[in-house]
């Protein structure tokens, strides 16, 4: 698997199949590349992002991890923190105003959803479906030996 050099303090980066830190990890995959795992949150949009990921035309994806699995045995699994895309506009209630996110366009939805990913940097894109992932992860770290689930909650053309 290749990485792109981010996070910038080679401290900072963690190793997308670790299952030892607690702490809610993220990644960023862009083309056929991803970052390492790193546990502050990024916020899609963030052009700073272009001094690590060459702007080009790709697709990041932004996403949290949320279980490792080895030899078909759960490691560990992480709750999932992120949202994902805004796929319905809320109920609207008389004399209420709301700040919401705005609706997130339908090749946004298509692209967000559970991922899984092994170290040879093969993945496959799932739906939304949580357990379907999980069952995917299992599946996958058997051939592997060790396989990620992760959570893509954004994406952005980056170009």
């Not at 963030?46 to 045995?73: M, R």
């Amino acid at each position: 698997m290749d990485f792109y050099p981010y996070p910038p303090a080679p401290g900072a980066r963690i190793d997308p199949f670790d299952a030892t830190r607690a702490a809610a990890q993220y990644i960023v995959y862009g083309g056929d590349k991803s970052t390492y795992a790193f546990t502050d949150r990024l916020e899609p949009a963030d052009f700073y992002l272009s001094e690590w990921i060459p702007l080009g035309y790709k697709v990041l994806q932004y996403a949290q991890k949320a279980a490792v699995y080895k030899q078909g045995t759960l490691v560990r699994e992480w709750p999932q923190v992120e949202a994902g895309p805004r796929r319905e506009q809320p109920e609207k209630v008389p004399g209420v105003k709301r700040k919401t996110r705005p609706l997130a366009s339908s090749w946004q939805i298509n692209a967000c959803g559970y991922l899984i990913a092994q170290p040879s940097g093969e993945r496959q894109r799932l739906g939304y479906d949580r357990d379907e992932a999980m069952e995917a992860g299992a599946l996958a770290s058997l051939g592997s030996d060790t396989a990620a689930v992760w959570f893509v909650y954004a994406v952005e053309n980056w170009h």
